[in-house]
């Protein structure tokens, strides 16, 4: 005994792990069990004809001749009985020109499904073009004294006959075709992502518990490139909010310059935000449906080795609308994108390329944060776990890369002001000069942020000191005003026309969601008479993610709350705040943490967000800063500043005839998040050290939980 409890002594470490993948592949055994394998049935389906409003009484064999060119695996029916229905359902399926049977099915007519459509599957699955036409008949055999079903049909619909028993029927029989079942596919589907969770987290206990723990920035590193892959996994291209217009803008840029780089390409100058440029096999519907389903998982890994034959240069344009006028923040993933034409790869490995290019960069720069961080190291981690934060990273947001810079540049600010180091090196000076350069353009609402340089004492950067901070300050100033999305939102705010305040009635509720962008349409622009089609920069519409219809407004959204309007009617825009507070409060608190994903239609426990907010809680606790309570008050301004803007600049993109504030969004707020945390947190006259493997370990475990929420909400759908 004593041996074996040397021996565990000794191996505690590895046993421990071991127990933990014991205990994760239990978990993941019992989920599997009680949710995944009743959904084994899910299937593809289409209707072949949804017309229902006559029935007939299933006394005799019903029999109806049908044309399709899709496989079946299963037929369905308008069925219904009233009262008890006791018996047996007897289909067969025949090729009518043959008269060859070729699947039969039987069921139990106790089983109807009184609101849908009752499906058979057949005992043969019938191959696509089996048949030029397919005959069915349905029999029913009723117990004694049970009620008689009857079966729903239409006037119209079927290209066939229908007949109960020799009797013809002018009609068509309404019917459903099962094309395909998948319950198999999202089965290992779940097992491939529970068994890399499982490998994560047994990494990570690995990674901590060892005789030299990894440091935070490489933990940092790691996890978010892991728990990114796995994101990307369960919400494919076109979930995250906005997505398709990043997407857009990401592939135009792209498509822009593969036609400088083709010898034969016809180079494409500036695009107008209404417009949309990438190849033609750059289309499928099922990918571009942003409600994730099990279908789009199927179709996404299907098309992952997907090839395209087009040529560098050989692109199409579509009447769909970008994000907006500056690309800056779509560099990383526009020369992804650009990667993949020149690769020919298909459409979802181009989309996955484009995405890990921005997770890639999003967590080198979030790692460097972490790395460079005097303090508040695990304040950057516990920002940069979050769901929201992990799920935005790996996507093509540009807010993927925005907030890899924001949380450099803050980590720099906080080296450059209290590092143990008398001076600041030359390459971390150059950062510091470059990073608000490249995210003060992107929304107004961070501007503020580049003013954090002030915390640095001029004698640490060395002579001039004060210049080079008013320096980086008129630089970022500079590159926010001269971005074109940014003039046209400040000529908003000062110029919104407030005449047409009657077009639209005082108790109009509209639809507070991001418009849809119009229906594509594509003209090849591979040749000179494309010309013709080259933008005027003054004809931009607002960028997509800063007005309600996506670039293109409406008359009744016309009339927004200006200035102008404010000050004269404050009773008004005082009840719009109030009754956003009432309504909204809960999506903000949500999405800050990523308690509402996808397009904010997939709604986590809230469990999972009180625990996301004790973490943060937790990150603040192990050490104060040695900020004092001057600089922690500027940081707190600054941030309460960004928070102003954020919130004034949707009001100014609101129509006067809305009941609560629009577009604002939790997630708005994370890029000065770090920074607010840093301020709340006391201020102590040294350093603290302690470890923050625990806080990382607890984000791990969340985060996996999120995931297996995440996979049980969509196969849900």
């Known amino acids: 005994m004593n041996r074996v409890l040397s021996v565990c002594k000794r191996y505690r470490r590895t046993l421990g792990i071991a127990f933990l993948a014991l205990l994760c592949l239990g978990i993941l055994a019992c989920i599997w069990l009680t949710a995944v394998l009743p959904a084994q049935s899910k299937s593809q389906s289409v209707k072949l004809n949804d017309q229902y409003d006559q029935s ?163 933990l940092c590193l790691v996890l978010v490139l892991a728990f990114g892959l796995l994101f990307t996994m369960l919400l494919p291209p076109y979930s995250v909010p906005d997505e398709q217009y990043h997407i857009n803008q990401a592939f135009t840029l792209a498509s822009r310059i593969s036609t400088h780089l083709a010898p034969d390409g016809y180079p494409i100058g500036a695009v107008p935000i209404q417009e949309t440029f990438r190849r033609a096999t750059d289309q499928d519907p099922l990918l571009q449906d ?118 450099a540049f803050t980590a720099l600010v906080l080296d450059a002001a209290w590092s143990p180091a008398e001076r600041i090196r030359p390459v971390h000076l150059a950062a510091l000069a470059i990073l608000p350069v490249l995210f003060a353009p992107a929304k107004m609402v961070y501007l503020p942020l580049a003013a954090l340089m002030l915390l640095i004492p ?22 926010f005003c001269l971005s074109p999305t940014n003039r046209l939102t400040l000529e908003g705010i000062w110029t919104t026309d407030t005449s047409s305040v009657s077009a ?86 949500r999405s800050l943490v990523g308690g509402s994903l996808s397009y904010y239609t997939l709604d986590l426990a809230w469990g999972w967000v009180l625990v996301l907010y004790g973490l943060l809680a937790a990150a603040l606790l192990g050490g104060g800063s040695p900020m004092p309570a001057r600089a922690r008050l500027w940081t707190g301004l600054l941030c309460l500043f960004c928070l102003g803007l954020t919130v004034g600049g949707c009001l100014v993109w609101t129509p006067i005839y809305y009941t609560t504030l629009y577009g604002l969004q939790g997630r708005y707020l994370l890029c000065f998040l770090p920074a607010a945390l840093l301020a709340l947190r006391p201020a102590q006259p040294r350093l603290a050290a302690g470890s923050a493997h625990g806080l990382v370990l607890a984000f791990v475990l969340v985060d996996a939980g999120v995931l297996l929420n995440v996979f049980l909400a969509v196969l849900a759908r």
């Open 290 to 407: 942003a409600n994730t389903t099990v279908f789009t998982w199927r179709e996404y890994l299907r098309q992952l080795d997907s090839r395209s034959d087009e040529k560098l240069g050989q692109i199409v344009c579509y009447n769909e609308l970008q994000a907006s006028s500056d690309n800056t923040l779509y560099l990383v993933s526009g020369l992804a994108v650009l990667l993949g034409y020149m690769l020919h790869l298909g459409f979802a490995p181009t989309l996955l390329l484009g995405r890990l290019a921005n997770l890639l960069a999003f967590a080198l720069l979030t790692a460097w944060a972490v790395k460079r961080a005097p303090f508040g190291k695990r304040v950057f981690l516990a920002v940069a776990l979050l769901p929201m934060t992990l799920h935005l990273a790996a996507s093509f947001s540009r807010d993927s890369l925005l907030l890899g810079l924001v949380f």
């Open 56 to 218: 007939l009484v299933l006394t005799e064999p019903l029999t109806q001749t049908f044309t399709t060119d899709r496989p079946l695996v299963g037929l369905g029916f308008q069925m219904r009985a009233e009262g008890t229905c006791a018996g047996t359902l007897h289909l067969e399926l025949y090729n009518d020109d043959t008269g060859e049977l070729l699947s039969i099915s039987t069921g139990d007519l106790a089983y109807l499904v009184p609101d849908g459509y009752t499906v058979m599957g057949l005992d043969t699955p019938v191959a696509a073009g089996t048949a030029e036409r397919y005959r069915l008949v349905l029999t029913a055999e009723y117990t004694d004294g049970s009620a008689q079903a009857t079966v729903g049909f239409g006037t119209d619909g079927l290209d066939g006959t229908l007949y109960l028993g020799d009797t013809p029927v002018s009609g068509s029989l309404a019917l459903l075709a099962v094309t395909e079942q998948i319950g198999g596919f999202v089965s290992a589907y779940f097992w491939a992502f529970g068994l890399l969770a499982t490998a994560l987290l047994c990494l990570c206990a690995a990674a901590i518990t060892g005789p030299r723990p990894w440091p935070l920035h490489r």
């Open 458 to 479: 001029a004698a640490r950067i060395g002579r001039r000191g004060n210049w080079f901070k008013a320096g980086v300050l008129v630089l970022a100033v500079l590159a």
């Open 504 to 589: 639209a009635p005082a108790d109009a509720q509209p639809e507070q969601t991001v418009s849809p962008a119009p229906e594509s349409t594509a003209q090849s622009v591979t040749e000179p008479e494309a010309e013709a089609a080259e933008p005027d920069a003054a004809e931009e519409e607002p960028p997509a993610e800063s007005g309600p219809t996506q670039g293109l407004v409406a008359e009744q959204d016309k009339a927004t709350y200006s200035v102008s309007y404010i000050l004269h009617n404050p009773g008004t825009t005082l009840k719009l705040f109030v009754n956003t507070l009432l309504e909204n409060t809960d999506h903000y608190i």
